[in-house]
């Protein structure tokens, strides 16, 4: 997480995220006990000036093409988020 973009936008938030974020073997073992979490940092851990900061600045270096420049700082090869399929036992 501390190479996705949105860093730059919402810092504070995605600080918050990263230290309650559950690894992927906690996600697991999680599964495998009770079923699949569901986790939204803009749901449950932005606060509303951080919020309106982060889009006024990220429609500011849209409409000036600065965007592009500042996703690059953070580009990596392993994507902006993983998303895990789990089925039950007997699923079709």
Same mark, same amino acid.
């Given at each position: 997480m501390k190479g996705y973009w949105?860093?730059?936008?919402?810092p504070e938030m995605l600080r918050s995220s990263i230290? $309650?974020?559950p690894s992927f073997n906690q996600i697991k073992e999680a599964t495998e006990e009770a079923g699949l979490q569901?986790? %939204?940092?803009?749901a449950s851990l932005a606060?509303?000036?951080e919020v309106n900061q982060g889009l006024a600045k990220l =429609?500011?270096? *849209? $409409?000036?093409g600065?965007?592009? $420049?500042? =996703?690059? =700082?953070y580009e990596? %090869? *392993?994507?902006?988020? *993983?998303?895990?399929?789990?089925?039950? =036992?007997? %699923?079709?």
């Open positions: 949105l860093n730059y936008y919402f230290v $309650q974020m569901g986790i %939204s940092s803009f606060n509303l000036e =429609k500011h270096d *849209l $409409q000036t600065d965007f592009e $420049q500042i =996703k690059n =700082k990596n %090869s *392993l994507g902006d988020y *993983l998303f895990i399929t789990i089925e039950g =036992k007997g %699923s079709i």
